[in-house]
């Protein structure tokens, strides 16, 4: 049932005492760095977990401008790999793993895995991006160690995708949810039903924010258990917190990193079970850890024990990032909530994007909704009474008035990598 089952049930004085050890040396690690050798260099041995809140806050911004080197701790010669963030909201950062490092991460990602219920007699296809995106060889160190058949097929290629699924009798997918969306439609194209003509038990899905209605809707296609899988490069990869077979939040692996909620105004840490920043201290990491790292991510420590016997504790589904809010005529909005929202209307296929423009100086939200042809009647009054509804259920949930419009399947944009949902199309900074 665990894969290294005395340390993920470490009674909480032990994961104390031992995170209080690693943090210390990491700390001293750190302050190789020349980034670290600044900023820390006021902070003694600390002799209490508590005296974290004290240590100044990393930020990705650091990162940028400490390049290419600044937060090295290591001599160049003992760093095996380099691995980037996607960049998603900026330049990338780089990031540097030791030999140590890999093999650190390939446990954890193994341990992730176990957690899910994937077993050495599985056959893992892994379609994330292999590359400087650590989805993909992040996960396929784990996947060997655990001991998986592995088929690194990396993204895109739907047709491919399932052949290989098909021939080989695939039973594990690490994909990303909207990724997966769009290969369900692919099978369904070319006649293939996952639930029928495939072997497939367990997805990991991760790498971007997703509503559990949408976790629910891919476990229904395919018939078979999602996982939400949570990882950024600044601390590894994927395999940072993970779901257990409950389902139920992300156990975030505690010999591996220290979890901080913190309020992202105010800054001040928040008890467990507020929702706020996920602030995360890498205390595993040789070649370049990072300390106090605010992640942006928005979500809450879940107080209570897990019933799983994981003494590890979890978080919930990541909200969203602090940045990812929009001000729609100044009434704060996530983009979750309108995911949401789309999930619960059977007729709406899912794939949808979010487009923010100012109109004579008001801001107007747009939702472009690929149109579900099986729920469809084709009748041009039942699509006018469907777009009312679904407007009306957006107004409620965000309180403003969106434009929902219906475009042909096929026609939003579609990536290989993470989904860009939203367009923001109003003048900055005016
Ligand atoms: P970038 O920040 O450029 O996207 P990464 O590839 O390192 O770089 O992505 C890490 C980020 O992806 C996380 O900080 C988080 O915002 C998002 N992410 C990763 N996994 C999940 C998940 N399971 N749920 C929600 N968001 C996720
Ligand atoms: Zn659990």
New binding site residues.
């Given amino acids: 049932m665990f894969w290294q089952q005395e340390i993920e049930t470490m009674q909480r004085n032990d994961i104390d005492k031992m995170q209080l050890r690693m943090l210390n040396d990491t700390i001293t690690r750190a302050k190789k760095s020349e980034f670290y050798s600044k900023k820390l260099s006021n902070i003694k041995p600390l002799t209490d977990l508590g005296q974290l809140k004290d240590i100044p806050f990393t930020v ?1 911004d650091d990162l940028r401008k400490a390049f290419p080197y600044g937060f090295l701790c290591v001599p160049i010669d003992e760093v095996v790999r380099l691995h980037s ?6 330049n ?2 780089v990031i540097y793993h030791t030999a140590e490092d890999i093999n650190n991460w390939a446990n954890i990602s193994a341990r992730s895995m176990f957690t899910a219920g994937a077993r050495k007699s599985d056959v893992f296809q892994n379609t994330m991006g292999y590359g400087l ?3 993909g060889l992040g996960f396929h160190y784990g996947a060997e160690k655990l001991g998986m058949m592995t088929i690194p097929i990396g993204p895109g290629n739907s047709k491919r995708q399932a052949w290989f699924m098909k021939n080989f009798g695939t039973t594990v997918v690490h994909i990303i949810p909207s990724y997966a969306l769009r290969l369900y439609y692919s099978m369904k194209e070319d006649g293939i039903d996952p639930k029928k003509d495939l072997k497939l038990k367990i997805f990991f ?6 509503t559990e209605e949408l976790r629910r809707e891919i476990q229904d296609l395919y018939g078979l258990k999602a996982f ?7 601390i590894s ?2 395999g940072v ?1 993970f779901e257990c077979e409950k389902q139920h939040g ?1 156990h975030i692996w505690e010999d591996f990193v220290i979890p901080e909620i913190i309020d992202p105004e105010t800054l001040e840490v928040l008890p467990d079970g507020q929702e706020g920043e996920l602030v995360l201290t890498a205390i595993n990491r040789i070649a370049m850890p990072v300390i106090r790292y605010r ?3 928005l979500t809450a420590i879940i107080p209570e024990p897990c019933s799983c016997g994981r003494t590890h504790r979890r978080i919930a ?2 909200k969203g ?1 602090s940045d990812d809010m929009m001000i729609i005529n100044g009434v704060n909005i996530f983009p979750e909530q309108i995911e949401r929202t789309i999930m619960n209307i059977p007729e709406a296929s899912k794939n949808y994007i979010i487009e923010i423009a100012e109109r004579n100086y008001m801001d107007k939200l747009s939702i472009k909704i690929e149109i579900n042809d099986d729920a469809f009647s084709g009748k041009l009054e039942d699509l006018e009474k469907l777009k009312c509804r679904i407007e009306a259920d957006l107004k409620a949930e965000t309180g403003v008035s969106p434009d929902v419009s219906f475009v042909d399947r096929g026609t939003l944009p579609a990536g290989e990598g ?1 989904a860009k949902r939203v367009y923001d199309l109003r003048k900055k900074g005016d």
């Fill in positions: 990705k963030s996607s960049g998603t909201t900026g990338p950062t995106f650590t989805g899905i991760g790498a971007e924010q997703h939400n899988s949570y990882g950024l490069s600044e990869g994927p917190a992300m992640t942006r991510d589904r990541i990032r993470k």
